[in-house]
């Protein structure tokens, strides 16, 4: 069932080690070496957007990997939620 109230997010959109085609969203300049749930949570707390984290779920491209996803509430458009987001986890991880 699909949740049009919220976006959907798996760490691979923000990964600089995948390529576009292997999942990755932003620009690599703004993603982040193998981000991990929590960094995109707390990017997403800092952002004042309330998420929540779903484990044990795996991403579509890479099926034999468990990487779980995070939801978020949708107040704009999904590419810019992940290009914020993106932006915020680029500045904890300095």
Known sequence: MKKR???????AYFDS????LQGRRVPKKLAVVFPK???IQDATRNLGLGSEVV???KYPKVPWQETGYILVPKKSSKTKIIHKIAEK????RK
């Open 37 to 39: 749930l929590e960094e």
């Open 55 to 57: 484990l044990g779920v």
């Open 89 to 92: 986890l680029e500045k904890l």
């Open 5 to 11: 109230d919220r976006v959907l997010l798996w760490p």
């Open 17 to 20: 080690s995948k390529t576009r």
